[in-house]
Structure formats: C-alpha cells, structure tokens
C-alpha cells in the first residue's frame, strides 16, 4: 500500500503531470519502489478523489494540456501518519534464491551462467549509484533532507554490494563443489 505514499512524497517534493512522476518513478524512486505508468495514473485518480491531491489550475487553457498534481493538507498528514507508523520489515522474495532452492533439488545446468548474469547486473547498479551519489551528493551538502535521501541511497548501494559479494561467493563456492566432484 505504499505507492499512493511515493507519489505523496514525490508531490511534496515537486509538483508534477502524471508524467513527470513516471519519468520520476524511472529515474529516482523507481530504484526501491516501482510501478507503472498505468499504476501510477490510477493512484492519481484515487489520491485526488480522497482530497489528498488536487490538480493545479493551467496558466493557459490549452486542449490536451497535462495535468500538474500538488499535494493538499489531506495528503500531508496522510503521508506523516504513514512515516510515523511502525511496520515490520518484509520477508525477501526473489526468485533467483527460490530457483537455487529447486536446483539443489532438481539439478542445476545453466545456474551457474545465471548467477554470473545477476552479479554482472548488480555491479552495473552499484555502479550506477555511485555515480549518482558523486553526482548528487558531494562533500559538504548535509542539510537533513539531503542527508535523509543520501541514507536512501547508501541503503541501495549497501543492498548492491552484499549481492555482488554473495554472489561472488556462491559463484566460488559452486566452482569448489563442482572441483571436488571432478575430483
């Protein structure tokens, strides 16, 4: 339930058309939480039909225009009520743990060149965090928003370096397995 929460916090950070925020979502948000495009527009709808959002008035009346969405009081405090509640974390779901699982049980021809593809993908997002950490947040940019989103990130560069570390190892690991049954 927490997609009408990015679109409220993506909002409050600036004021945007439903397209902005997709663009948004597949540039910044979209890294820990996804959606579509379609979802998005459908939590749109809802969140301006609860009175959390509105849709601004156009400084030019023009057909087709893009709506721009800001966030309404409503919205604020459904959003700080939502921060300040305890959740407990989520049990990880990923289907390349689940397919290891089935391959100690079933064989695993072709496991081997699939951990291989993750961790060449999980290095290619490490990599494109740091950049966007050199990029955006440089020495001496510390004000509490920033150091809020910084922990953000760091939190995604933290996930990508356990996974290119695991991975590594499973990969060793299952190298040594595979030796010592030639062996």
């Not at 951990?115 to 999980?122: C, D, P, Q, T």
């Amino acid at each position: 339930m927490s997609l009408p929460h990015a679109i409220l916090t993506a909002l409050l950070e600036k004021p945007s058309s439903g397209l902005e925020l997709t663009r948004r979502f597949d540039r910044s948000i979209g890294y820990f939480w996804s959606a579509t495009h379609q979802q998005i527009y459908r939590e749109l709808g809802k969140l301006e039909q609860a009175g959390q959002i509105r849709a601004l008035a156009p400084e030019q009346p023009a057909r087709g225009q893009k709506k721009e969405y800001e966030v309404l009081p409503a919205g604020r405090e459904a959003l700080s009520a939502w921060v300040a509640r305890p959740e407990d974390p989520k049990q990880i779901r990923d289907p390349l743990l689940l397919r290891m699982r089935a391959a100690a049980v079933v064989g695993a021809p072709g496991l081997d060149a699939e951990l291989r593809r993750h961790l060449a993908l999980h290095r290619l997002r490490l990599a494109e965090y740091l950049e966007i950490e050199e990029r955006d947040f440089p020495p001496g940019r510390d004000a509490a928003q920033d150091r809020l989103r910084h922990l953000v990130l760091r939190g995604g560069i933290d996930l990508e370096n356990f996974w290119v570390g695991w991975l590594t190892r499973a990969l060793a690991e299952d190298a040594g397995a595979a030796a010592a049954d030639l062996g």
